[in-house]
Antibody, heavy 121, light 106 residues
Framework: QLQLQESGPGLVKPSETLSLTCTVSGADISSRAYYWAWIRQSPGRGLEWIGSIYDDAGNTYYIPSLRGRVTISVDMSKNQFSLRLRSVTAADTAVYYC????????????WGQGTLVTVSS | IQMTQSPSTLSASVGDRVTITCRANENINNWLAWYQQKPGKAPNLLIYKASSLQSGVPSRFSGSGSGTQFTLTISSLQPDDLATYYCQEYSSYFRTFGQGTRVGIK
């Protein structure tokens, strides 16, 4: 049974880097059968797509407003993918979800439970 | 792309037919999904490609529309349908979500 589990610090200081990992069980990331995505949700901004990754060959797609601050990477040996968001501010406080979508033009059909990240000194 | 949902909140009785509208500010063909989110949980995919029912989703949920105007209908509202519903376009890299419609039970 597919499971996605987010992990990482729940508190990050302003100007530092937010780092989260999504561990996938029940599916093999290296099979290249899916895209693996990050989405966040906050009261002020609602649900916001961050980006997704297909493989470790550079096939990543980011929302333009975060491009330059965000990196999504995959570690196929650990069946994990990760999010790094640099130079965070309070506006980056949100629940962060990892999810999968089957094709580039497909919605996310499976989500992790989400993890709250607060940006505060 | 901007996605605008209406209404923001609604309250209906069990058994009522409920309709939620989502408008895009440009043509997204049928690249639209609907999600249900219950408090403290991740969104759950209900409808994809505007009108296709995701596997395992009750048949009382249906979607329609294309281009810029879309509708999610719950044919007979059930107590378990208490949730917030979101539309999402996935025709662009933005994959923009609507602001949500909170559905309550009278």
């Amino acid at each position: 049974q597919l499971q996605l589990q987010e992990s990482g610090p729940g508190l990050v200081k302003p100007s530092e880097t937010l780092s989260l990992t999504c561990t996938v069980s029940g599916a093999d990331i290296s099979s290249r059968a899916y895209y693996w995505a990050w989405i966040r949700q906050s009261p002020g901004r609602g649900l916001e797509w961050i980006g997704s990754i297909y493989d470790d060959a550079g096939n990543t797609y980011y929302i333009p407003s975060l491009r330059g601050r965000v990196t999504i990477s995959v570690d196929m040996s650990k069946n994990q993918f990760s999010l790094r968001l640099r130079s965070v501010t309070a506006a980056d406080t949100a629940v962060y979800y990892c999810a999968r979508h089957e094709g580039l033009l497909d919605p996310c059909d499976f989500w992790g439970q989400g993890t709250l990240v607060t940006v505060s000194s | 792309i901007q996605m605008t949902q209406s209404p923001s909140t609604l309250s209906a009785s069990v058994g009522d037919r409920v309709t939620i509208t989502c408008r895009a500010n440009e043509n997204i063909n049928n690249w639209l999904a609907w999600y249900q989110q219950k408090p403290g949980k991740a969104p759950n995919l209900l409808i994809y490609k505007a009108s296709s029912l995701q596997s395992g989703v009750p048949s009382r949920f249906s979607g329609s529309g294309s281009g810029t105007q879309f509708t999610l209908t719950i044919s007979s509202l059930q107590p378990d349908d208490l949730a917030t519903y979101y539309c999402q376009e996935y025709s662009s890299y933005f994959r923009t979500f609507g602001q949500g419609t909170r559905v309550g039970i009278k």
